[in-house]
């Protein structure tokens, strides 16, 4: 069996709408071999893993899988494969259950997807699952790659080292206790780092923790805690109980000062946590120097203080309440009169509750130099057998991370303790605030059987609250949200996604204007870059999940708009897990046959994912038929259709049912962009009042109008405000680079798109065949390498329809094709077509392909350019300077024009070309073109 692809999805996903892992195997001649077939396969797995037998698999009970493994000759190896990658990740702590394996459309080849918490984690249980598989095959079926194994397989050993790696990466238990709370509140999160820092809620309303530090939390707070000499002196100063204590930093010293206080004492670094260096109940000058070096491991200062009898309590206080109280036991053996301290450790280890680090809600009991000091102190070994029930401590302090337990007692703990520790916490100024406090009986008051605070901490852990070993398990991770976000107030910020084949961009940037002047932050990606309020703070293509969490994390942002492309869908899922307005614009045919994507209705499938995680309005295309389809697999509150048929039927009877929809229709002065909603006919705006409709005949340009403003009115913004963003925009370089973008100080007009599919090709020949020409129709045209033959061809065909001047060119990036094969193909396509010979010409470089088409143009026509370096492009259009003959050649007689940009009087000055130019310099817009690529190709 052979990995042949990894991919890791970090939101919804074409199989699953939460992260997963799919990876891609070939099993060879194992095909062949389903699991019953193989001899000893299922009796080693089962062995190596028996938790496998609780899995329900397709049966829906426990034990499933074992049938699925060995009945009706078993189940193949890639299904194996998941159920042990899942298996794996359960054994690390993570609470995963989901898992699908399907084939790949090879036979033999399959890709097997299962859930994930950690990434990392997930990633290295898939390759142990592999490890085992390979294993426990006879050695004729493995593959050749994987015999001999060297060195020998030990999975027990690598098990343990995954379960070590997965405590190291995965969150820990406050964290992910809290994690949890802010899921059940609908409330969304992101893991910023490797470790615990994590941020809740998007953009303006984000708040962050870092494991049970919050952003609420005050840092002289946190300093105060972290010095216990500074800490007891204010507890004291207000009557607060707590020991006397000494602050001491030398062997002698903490001697001087324990008899100074009087035995017995405690000695502590000043600022360590965990229990760590802790040395309690000392009641000699050997044990206190003892005690003093051990404590100089983690500080230089140490606090020698007196010694409080009684029981350990750690008592949570948030937000000024007192949330949980749990009593803690330092590790322990008890006496059976059988066994040795030694081997009573191994049976309390073997306890399930119990595992490495935080893996689970207990853990292992160490035989290490801590238990070793305090055997000897008492005169015993590990070898020692304890009378029975006697209690033999192992630890001094009762920290869960050294192998204590917990009881909760947060029922019965006195009024007067209550107060206190919510007094102390409030002293030290902590929101959320662990006080460890020493009493016989909690349940009694301080004043009456004595104790005091030994320790306030500032990121006190939760798990001995949520798991403790005794007792009731305390939501103590939901009061800290509610302090972070009180009932009722925002944690998200208004999201809309845009995807479809064409429109993607100049919609997305139609919808971010119209924001922006309703008073919005917006940040936008699109395929030029990432927009924070209308400033692009990183230039690229920015329509992939990475991007889409560059904006959601950005503390300025206020609203979201965000292009969605398919290229990151397919690579790693969407980078949120819902939107508030989600809207397809079309699907047509490009990139097809590409990443496994080879039909118009699997690309459909693939941005279909966008509605299906849309949670307020879904926006569809009504005349697009597999845009209509997704309405079934949507579960937005409302679907919004957009239509330029006026007597569309199936839209005339959703508007008839109350619906939302925007419709394109024919009135006395033109068209009209109409909104219909609940019943109500809301007229809009005349398609030739929009600039970036070029006077209504950019039909695409009208079309993407419509859905802007539609997504705007169900975000909530007013008619009249998406009227005015609508008639203040326009489509210049400035606000969307490469889409229509119109230059008008040469003796011809001038037209440069991206477009690069034949949809977008159709709606730009179409444009042309529309405005006013007096000349030739000259294009500059290209197709991208990774685009299929058919597509190629077709947008020659397109273009041939509506040029009387080709100009065939390749992209600079061949995307494996050969240098001059785009270009020589298109002009096979059109030579078969009936295309004049002398009008094409092959000029296989884009900039001298572009400097020949400006060189051929004469005053009157009308060149498009189709590009693919945008930036350079445009810079090589404005800057060109016509022949002199060409500037000297008498102005056209007066007359009207229905034009509605036209050219400047040659030889006159041109205002607006020096300020686009100066415009272009001095905004710095001419952008690596080598960073743009990379970037694009990143994100596709």
């Known amino acids: 069996m052979e990995l042949l692809e990894r991919r890791v999805y970090r939101g919804p996903s074409l199989y699953a709408h939460f992260p997963v892992v799919r990876l891609t195997v070939d099993l060879g001649v194992l095909e062949a071999w389903p699991s019953a077939k193989i001899p000893g396969f299922n009796q080693g797995l089962l062995a190596a893993i028996p938790t496998l037998s609780s899995h329900t698999c397709s049966f829906g009970t426990e034990g499933g899988f074992v049938r699925r493994l060995t009945e009706d000759g078993g189940t193949w190896l890639g299904h194996v494969l998941e159920h042990v990658a899942i298996e794996l990740q359960q054994l690390t702590g993570a609470k995963v259950v989901f898992g699908k394996t399907r084939s790949e459309g090879t036979p033999g080849r399959y890709h097997v997807v299962y859930e994930y918490e950690e990434e990392r984690v997930a990633e290295a249980a898939g390759e142990l699952a592999l490890k085992l598989l390979h294993h426990l095959l006879p050695e004729e079926l493995r593959a050749p790659s994987q015999a001999p194994e060297e060195p020998a397989f030990d999975f027990e050993k690598e098990l343990v080292e995954l379960i070590a790696f997965a405590q190291r990466r995965q969150l820990g238990p406050s964290t992910g206790a809290l994690v949890r709370a802010a899921e059940a509140r609908d409330i969304p999160w992101m893991r910023l780092n490797d470790y615990s820092l994590i941020q809740f809620g998007h953009g303006k309303y984000q708040k962050r923790i870092q494991a049970t530090v919050t952003s609420e939390t005050r840092h002289i707070a946190v300093s105060i805690a972290s010095d216990k000499e500074e800490t007891n002196r204010i507890l004291g100063d207000l009557g607060l109980p707590v020991p006397r204590q000494e602050l001491v930093r030398s062997a002698d010293g903490a001697v001087r000062a324990a008899r100074r206080l009087g035995y017995p004492v405690v000695v502590k ?544 990036d061949l995307r494996g094709r050969a240098p001059d094969e785009v270009p020589l193909m298109m002009q096979e396509e059109l030579l078969l077509a009936g295309y004049p010979a002398e009008q094409i010409e092959v000029i296989p470089d884009e900039q001298a392909a572009i400097a020949a088409a400006l060189e051929r143009s004469k005053r009157g026509d009308l060149l498009v350019v189709f590009a693919d370096m945008i930036s350079r492009s445009w810079k090589q259009v404005i800057y060109f300077k016509p022949e002199s003959t060409e500037r000297s050649s008498p102005p056209p007689a007066p007359g009207p024009s229905t034009d509605p940009s036209p050219g400047p009087v040659p030889g006159a000055s041109a205002p607006g070309l020096e300020r686009e130019r100066d415009l272009i310099e001095g905004a710095q817009l001419i952008q690596d073109e080598r960073g743009v690529r990379l970037a694009r190709e990143q994100e596709d």
Request: proline share 4%; with cysteine; hydrophobic share 40%.
């Open 269 to 812: 670094p000043l600022d360590a946590n965990h229990g760590r260096g802790v040395s309690l109940d000392l009641g000699t000058e050997a044990e206190v120097r003892a005690a003093f070096e051990k404590a100089r491991e983690h500080a230089r200062s140490i606090v020698v203080e007196s010694f409080l009898s009684g029981f350990d309590h750690r008592m949570l206080v948030v937000g000024g309440e007192l949330v949980a109280v749990a009593k803690r036991v330092p590790g322990h053996v008890v006496g059976d009169g059988e066994h040795s301290i030694a081997a009573l450790v191994e049976l309390v280890n073997a306890d399930p509750r119990r595992g490495i680090g935080h893996e689970k809600v207990l853990t292992r009991i160490e035989l290490d130099a801590q238990a070793e000091r305090l055997m000897e102190a008492k005169g015993v070994t590990r070898d020692t057998v304890l009378p029975r029930g006697e209690t033999f401590f192992l630890r001094g302090t009762g920290n869960l991370s050294t192998g204590g337990t917990a009881i909760d007692l947060t029922d019965v703990v006195h009024p007067d303790n209550r107060e206190m520790v919510i007094r102390a916490a409030k002293a030290i100024g902590l929101d959320v605030c662990g006080v460890d406090f020493i009493t016989p009986d909690v349940s009694e008051s301080y004043r009456e059987v004595g104790g005091g605070i030994c320790e306030v901490n500032a990121a006190p852990g939760f798990r001995m609250h949520v798991a403790p070993t005794e007792g009731k398990s305390r939501d103590v991770a939901g009061p800290v949200m509610d302090t972070l976000f009180p009932p009722g107030a925002p944690s998200r910020i208004p999201i809309a996604a845009v995807t479809g084949t064409n429109g993607k961009t100049t919609t997305a940037r139609m919808l971010a204007h119209i924001q922006k002047m309703n008073g919005h932050t917006v940040g936008l990606a699109t395929t030029d870059g990432v927009y924070i309020d209308g400033e692009r703070t990183v230039a690229g293509d920015m329509t992939g999940p990475r991007s889409a969490q560059m904006v959601l994390r950005d503390p300025s942002v206020d609203l979201a708009v965000l292009e969605t492309a398919r290229g990151g869908l397919l690579r790693a899922g969407m980078g949120y897990r819902s939107c508030n307005v989600g809207a397809v614009l079309n699907v047509t045919a490009d990139h097809l046959d590409s990443k496994g994507v080879t039909t118009l209705e699997q690309l459909a499938e693939v941005k279909r994912i966008v509605v299906e995680v849309t949670r307020d309005c879904a926006v569809l295309n009504a005349d697009d038929r597999l845009c209509l389809r997704m309405a079934d697999h949507t579960h937005a509150a409302r679907i919004a259709y957009v239509t330029m048929n006026p007597r569309h039927e199936l839209v005339r009877q959703h508007l008839r049912a109350g619906g939302l929809a925007v419709v394109l229709e024919e009135g006395i002065n033109g068209q009209m962009i109409t909104l219909y909603d609940k019943g109500a006919h809301l007229p809009l705006l005349w398609t030739h009042l929009i600039p970036a409709t070029f006077e209504g005949k950019a039909l695409h340009n009208v079309q993407n109008a419509m859905f802007a403003a539609v997504m705007a009115y169900a975000m909530g913004v007013k008619i009249e405000n998406i009227r005015q963003g609508l008639r203040t925009f326009d489509t210049s370089y400035f606000q969307v680079p490469g889409r229509t973008n119109v230059f008008n100080d040469l003796p011809f007009k001038v037209i440069l798109d991206y477009a690069h599919n034949p949809a977008a090709v159709q709606v730009m020949a179409d444009l042309a065949s529309k405005l006013e020409c007096s000349g030739r129709r000259i294009c500059v045209l290209a197709g991208p390498g990774d685009r299929r033959d058919e597509d190629i061809r077709a947008m020659a065909r397109i273009a041939g329809k509506a040029f009387d001047h080709l100009i065939l060119r390749r992209d600079d």
